[in-house]
């Protein structure tokens, strides 16, 4: 069992001499109970408060996050789409070299 310790005013002492203190002790403590619930309620109120706020910065910043992701993967598409415009006009241009080149052999062996 811990210890408790109570620090009265001098006065105070005074006045509680020869009254039954476990008495009081009884008699105070619902008043003490509530006292500490309404402390620990209030407490937790704040706490709670501060939670909701920081879940909406979180749910902000998640949305951010979101359209960044959205933009990037459009990004990606575009940019796929783009490669494989890139590769066919390559492809074509490959061929077109590679014609010119055979004509031009031709044309100098004869």
Not at 11 to 24: C, P, Q, V, W, Y
Not at 88 to 97: D, G, H, S, T
């Amino acid at each position: 069992m811990r210890e408790v310790r109570i620090v009265l005013e001098k006065e105070r002492f005074k006045a509680l001499k020869g009254h039954d203190i476990n008495a009081l002790l009884r008699e105070n403590l619902p008043r003490v109970e509530d006292t500490l619930r309404a402390e620990r309620e209030e407490v937790l109120l704040e706490r709670i408060a501060k939670l909701e706020e920081k879940l909406g910065e979180m749910e902000g910043e998640i949305e951010e996050l979101r359209e960044f992701y959205e933009r990037a993967l459009r990004d990606k598409e575009f940019m796929m789409a783009q490669r494989e415009r890139l590769k066919r006009e390559n492809e074509e241009l490959r061929k077109n070299v590679e014609e010119k080149r055979r004509e031009l052999e031709k044309v100098h062996r004869s």
